[in-house]
């Protein structure tokens, strides 16, 4: 049945010493694995694969083979999965945990105790010191419950994040240790009254002590997950700062605040449509005094702290979102499979296979881009992957949103009952496509990112064609007739040094066809726009959704072709997924060329080449 009775919140004794003997033996079995393999990589040394898809170039080294964890990675993850999944199995009541709207304190002692609340905390600080693989991995699991899922992100993926990316060690050394075990729980405080997604607006302030040996901290901040249970605060405040030049401004600096230090109160929890379990409130600084030791970064440099914070974590909606879809698919499926009407189950309807269709392919999909952006974000060369991360946050929350709706559509009434749980998942899907950056602005900014970039390139190549460069200039013009007659786009995706699978060999040159062709269409668009682009925002909406399905069409091609070279168990199932999705991005860039006229027509290549001479 679609019922899951929950012993409720009680949490057994053997399972907790199972869980404590769990983490020891986990952390004896790593010490074995090579030095440096579990290394936490905090800076970006160069721009990743989402970037040059603005320029129409395919990095297919980047992103072909699709990523694969270790053998002693893959051992590890299967020893943490098991006892995560018994616990969020057998002892977390989501019901009750929704009704009562807070998570048990025994449930919290629980998360604790199997290491969740460190997950990518270094080993050296205490924590399980996972990759954003294993970490994403682990994502899919407790996303079984929102509230959970929500309030041990709302700690490590932005609470604590802070610390980990711009903290000083002997910060790392004091705060990380006990955040790790849970014995202190951190929460991101960014969000006022007066500024939500312009987070440059925010007016709380720190003023520095007569002295000069601290901060004196005073306002307020709004919608904080885990505002009234957390013990350490990072805080973004404004502050005055000295310019080169002798003139005071204020500028965002980031702390780190303990309660302990006093002046700080919070609201009563906030009464939610979904997440109700999850801690969210309103958090008050009065005179609080903070240390200058505890400036995260540097002082001034707290707007780019908070970004970096933000830009790093979003990759894992991905995983949670399909780990949440897939339960959510093997309830409606044993549904469909049992409940009859017109004397045939639901299943054998074409309109409900289509339904479960959807959220299958969603699934699949989103599961390929975050585990390609996890391991692109693995790697040793430390790629900026923020676009990227942004990308599978956009698509993963909206995917979510509408297989959740499709789900209760299967469900009928029985799915608008409280005494099921489908409508908690609708409810506590909703906040998805609104925190961690709205889809409206990671739009804007996924355009405008990979925009700014191309223009910047494509700068530097006017300059040199302006320094008498003849050899740039014929090779631009060139390019732009080929264009407009039609030309063999060749990226090195398929053919003799192709990296896709032969059976795929259609989808990938659709692929490379879209890929190409969008770079001309940005380059068409920051032509005819130039730096007023940034006011488009329709335009740039149009580019962020290409930009996301070509990066969603190579993830499920990338996954697709690894799987069928290694024979995995299903792969012809894996074959269909890149030609349904490759169809949409299609037609979407066909469709942007055609209306705005971005694609130069025959008679207008010399008039389009020469004006790039006047355009930056």
């Keep these: 049945g679609v019922r899951q009775p929950k012993r409720a919140g009680r949490v057994k004794r053997d399972l907790v010493t199972d869980m404590r003997r769990f983490s020891v033996i986990l952390r004896v079995a790593r010490a074995a694995l090579p030095g440096g ?42 020893q943490l999965v098991g006892p995560v999944e018994k616990f969020f199995s057998e002892e977390v009541d989501s019901k009750k945990i929704d009704q009562d709207a807070k998570i048990p304190q025994e449930t919290l002692n629980g998360l ?34 929102g509230a959970i899922a929500v309030t041990l992100a709302a700690h490590q993926a932005i609470g604590l994040k802070g610390i980990l990316i711009a903290g000083t060690e002997e910060q790392k050394k004091k705060y990380l240790p006990k955040l790790a075990s849970g014995e202190h729980i951190a929460a991101f405080c960014l969000t006022e009254p007066g500024s939500g997604s312009d987070a440059a607006s925010i007016q709380t302030r720190a003023t520095l002590s007569e002295d000069g040996k601290s901060f004196i901290l005073n306002g307020s901040k709004i919608w904080i997950s885990n505002g009234g249970i957390a013990d350490i605060f990072t805080v973004f405040a404004r502050t005055e700062v000295v310019d080169k030049d002798g003139a005071t401004k204020d500028k965002i600096t980031a702390f780190i605040v303990e309660r302990a230090f006093g002046g700080i109160t919070n609201g009563k929890p906030e009464d939610k449509l979904g997440i109700r379990g999850s801690n969210t409130c309103e958090v008050f600084f009065e005179n609080t005094k903070v240390p200058i030791e505890n400036v995260v ?14 830009n790093s974590g979003r990759f894992s909606m991905g995983s949670a979102s399909a780990g949440m879809l897939k339960k959510l698919i093997e309830m409606t499926s044993e549904y469909a499979c049992t409940r009859k009407q017109f004397n045939k189950k639901l299943s054998e309807f074409g309109l409900i296979q289509e339904k479960i ?3 299958a392919r969603k699934a699949y999909v989103m599961e390929s881009m975050a585990y390609l952006t996890a391991g692109l974000m693995d790697k040793p060369e430390i790629p900026d992957c923020s676009v990227e991360a942004a990308m599978v946050k956009v698509f993963s ?14 469900l009928g009434g029985l799915g608008y ?151 995995l168990r299903n792969h012809d199932h894996e074959v269909s997924a890149p030609t349904v999705s490759l169809t949409v991005t ?26 790039y001479w006047n355009i930056f």
Excluded at 114 to 139: D, H, K, V
Excluded at 592 to 604: T, Y
């Design 417 to 567: 009952m409280k005494d099921y749980p489908y409508e908690r998942y609708l409810r506590d899907c909703r906040i998805l496509l609104i925190f961690e950056g709205t889809n409206e602005v990671l739009r804007m900014y996924i355009a405008l990112t990979g925009m700014q970039y191309a223009g910047k390139i494509l700068t530097e190549k006017i300059k040199e064609i302006k320094k008498g460069d003849v050899k740039m200039a014929l090779g631009l013009f060139m390019k732009r007739t080929r264009d407009s007659f039609g030309r063999k786009v060749d990226l090195g995706i398929v053919g003799k040094d192709g990296v896709v699978h032969p059976s795929l060999e259609e989808s990938g040159k659709k692929l490379e066809q879209n890929v190409y062709y969008f770079g001309v269409t940005v380059e068409g668009l920051l032509r005819r726009f130039g730096k007023t682009i940034v006011d488009e925002q329709l335009v740039l909406k149009r580019v962020a959704d290409i930009l996301i399905n070509l990066y969603a069409m190579t993830a499920v091609i990338s996954r697709a072709s690894r799987s069928i070279s290694i024979g």
């Design 586 to 611: 299609n037609v979407a860039i066909k469709l942007f060329s055609m209306n705005d006229h971005v694609l130069s027509r025959h008679g207008e290549i010399w008039n389009s080449f020469c004006g």
């Design 297 to 310: 970064g540097e002082i001034g440099g707290g707007f780019k702290v908070a970004m970096n914070i933000l």
């Design 397 to 410: 929350s909206e995917s979510a949103w509408v297989c959740v709706s499709e789900a209760l559509q299967i």
């Design 357 to 359: 269709a959807l959220m």
């Design 37 to 78: 393999a579990r290394a936490f990589r905090t800076a970006c040394a160069r721009p990743a694969f989402a970037k040059e898809l603005c320029l129409g170039n395919f990095q297919k080294e980047e992103v072909f083979p699709y990523p694969q964890i270790s053998n002693e990675e893959l051992k590890e993850i299967n």
């Design 112 to 145: 604790k105790n199997l290491g969740l609340f460190g997950m990518q905390i270094p080993e050296e600080y205490g924590g399980l010191g996972l990759s954003n693989t294993m970490y994403a991995r682990l994502g899919e699991i407790t996303s079984q419950d």
